[in-house]
């Protein structure tokens, strides 16, 4: 009989869940940027966007927080969300108003930072972070 996942395995799956759907909402982002230059509902789509990536960077941190606290292991993954989410709140700001030369290239760090970390949290760095 497999044993129960113990609270610190869950806030990891729980980190690895919000750093996926942080990657994929940054992927959605330019999509839908394409489908505002095209489309009369883009702007409304693109908006959607940008409150997804705004929600699942906040569910980062909030997992981020989780993951380290049980075990008292690095808070180095909080401090990496933190600034992914700051760097959103700038995303979005720029984007209000209307500011691409900033945007566009911003958007573009945020997708490789995203990737970056969800390379960390499934290549096993977080493991090792975690059991420290």
Known sequence: ???????????????????TLQTLAVFVAP????????????RVLHSASAYGVFTVSLLH?????LAWRPGGGSAR???YAAGFFGLTLAQIALGIAHVKTLHVPLGVLLFGMSVVQ??????????VA???
């Open 130 to 132: 975690a059991a420290a």
């Open 61 to 65: 941190v909030v997992a981020a927080v």
């Open 31 to 42: 999509i839908t940027a394409g489908l505002l230059l095209s489309v009369p509902s883009g």
């Open 118 to 127: 969800l390379g960390w949290v499934w290549g096993g760095r977080t493991r």
């Open 77 to 79: 993954p909080i401090l």
């Open 1 to 19: 009989m497999p044993t129960p996942p113990t609270t610190k395995q869950g806030n990891l799956t729980l980190l690895r869940v919000a750093i």
